[in-house]
DNA sequence: TTCCTTGCAAATACTTTGCAGACTG
DNA sequence: CAGTCTGCAAAGTATTTGCAAGGAA
């Protein structure tokens, strides 16, 4: 991912630093998305050197070139972080238990998009589906 | 609604004031979801005195008692609080031009529950589910 | 008169911005 | 070396909490 960087990266006048490739490395490496503190966190666990304030900075480039995706689910308050690279559509649910989140690969919703355009006459461009629930673990 | 207002809150040891009256009266009277400061600004058009921490703590007895539900539309970075009171599950569409908020009655999930249960091993006790486009003045 | 409720001030949590020095290409 | 990037400090936004005065029953 790192050449699609680079080049993502030049193409809008940026740089490769340090920073940005630690940030996308722990992003590639986990499973569920991430909020900013977590990262951070990561990155002082594996000693990178950075401050949250460049955390967020990198966030927004990557979200920006369309490496990430940004993602607010319900009751949290912050936004999370995930590769979006090569990924398919999808949706999540969490625990409200432990806070878990699970990827979930079916969307049902395309079908449910021209509907509701005839509905409100509005034009649709995107849908967040989120579901809350207990992870076996909390049942 | 002032009956089972007063109703619910005499039963958990708490009293009808005016400005409990007033917030649930601006809510009543207005088609979409509004945020604690949309509710603050409207009260105060109407010459209610109360202050922005008093809508906060309205909000959540309202939503303790069961009489508002709490919305975190996406991309908006606050709540918002609609009646709930004698209203159907519902979902939202939002312009992404304009902001308006507009109800969808429609639900298509309840079915799709079940198989998420299977596929997750997860207990699911809710959904979110959210759309966004523009609205016919915006598009 | 009791004790719940309110307003004001201040704190909190997450995120963004300003600026000067550090680093990439 | 030019111009981008970073860290630090501070500001911004939404929301919550502490406390003494005000108000409902």
């Not at 002082?44 to 689910?73: A, H, N, P």
């Not at 995930?82 to 919703?109: A, S, T, Y």
């Not at 006459?121 to 076996?136: A, D, I, K, R, W």
Request: glycine letters at 8%.
């Amino acid at each position: 991912m790192i050449g699609k960087l680079i080049e993502g990266l030049r193409a809008t006048g940026r740089r490769l630093t340090r920073t940005r490739r630690a940030v996308l490395r722990v992003l590639e490496g986990n499973q569920y998305p991430l909020s900013a503190s977590e990262l951070y966190e990561r990155l002082q666990k594996e000693k990178v050197s950075i401050d949250l304030v460049t955390v967020y900075r990198t966030l927004t480039v990557l979200k920006e070139l369309g490496f990430v995706s940004q993602l607010e689910l319900h009751h949290e308050g912050q936004f999370r972080y995930e590769i979006r690279q090569g990924r398919k559509h999808h949706h999540h649910i969490r625990c409200q238990g432990c806070g878990r989140i699970v990827d979930l690969l079916l969307c049902p919703l395309k079908k449910l998009t021209s509907l509701i355009e005839k509905e409100t006459q509005f034009v649709v461009n995107e849908h967040t589906l989120e579901f809350g629930g207990l992870c076996p673990k909390c049942q």
